[in-house]
């Protein structure tokens, strides 16, 4: 049908190859005005593609920065690790003394303190162990460095 039509209008107004070039120009061009879900989704490899890329190729121009990284991020993560764990260490001893309240006290300060540095090794723990997937983690540690406000 459609080889027929392009065939009579083509002989009406130039040959059938022009007309066939207009109507392949036309459906190309409202084809390209149409953004699949298809298209989105590859378009999405392609940005998440560059990203990893963009991270590797930091990684390493900075090699040289290793050992301050490290350095860091051990200080960060074994401040935290010693909150968490001096936190425990009081809450359990407190339940052999007969006047808890000053230790449970305690307990209660350095586990707010401890909980305030929880986006702090969420951003060391994503650097190092789940690099590909940073952007939600910094999102999600910023969100909680901010108080729950973005």
């Given at each position: 049908?459609?080889?027929?039509?392009?065939?009579?209008?083509?002989?009406?107004?130039?040959?059938?190859?022009?007309?066939?070039?207009i109507?392949?120009?036309?459906?190309?061009?409202?084809?390209?005005?149409?953004y699949?879900?298809?298209?989105?989704?590859?378009?999405?490899?392609?940005?998440?593609?560059?990203?990893?890329?963009?991270?590797?190729?930091?990684m390493?121009?900075?090699?040289?920065?290793?050992?301050?990284?490290?350095?860091?991020?051990?200080?960060?993560v074994?401040?935290?690790?010693?909150?968490?764990?001096?936190?425990?260490?009081?809450?359990?001893?407190a339940?052999?003394?007969?006047?808890?309240?000053?230790i449970?006290?305690?307990?209660?300060?350095?586990?707010?303190?401890?909980e305030?540095?929880?986006?702090?090794?969420m951003?060391?723990?994503?650097?190092?162990?789940?690099?590909?997937?940073?952007?939600?983690?910094?999102?999600?540690?910023?969100?909680?460095?901010?108080?729950?406000?973005?």
């Amino acid at each position: 049908m459609f080889g027929a039509l392009t065939s009579t209008l083509g002989k009406m107004f130039g040959t059938e190859k022009a007309l066939t070039s207009i109507v392949d120009s036309v459906s190309n061009g409202l084809d390209k005005l149409v953004y699949t879900s298809e298209e989105k989704a590859d378009d999405s490899t392609i940005e998440r593609a560059a990203a990893r890329q963009m991270i590797v190729k930091w990684m390493d121009t900075t090699k040289g920065q290793n050992i301050a990284r490290r350095t860091i991020a051990l200080s960060i993560v074994f401040t935290w690790l010693f909150q968490y764990l001096s936190c425990m260490f009081l809450n359990v001893s407190a339940i052999w003394f007969d006047d808890p309240d000053k230790i449970m006290t305690s307990a209660i300060v350095i586990g707010e303190y401890a909980e305030k540095m929880n986006g702090a090794v969420m951003l060391v723990l994503a650097f190092y162990f789940a690099s590909p997937y940073m952007g939600a983690m910094v999102d999600g540690a910023m969100t909680k460095f901010s108080g729950g406000k973005k």
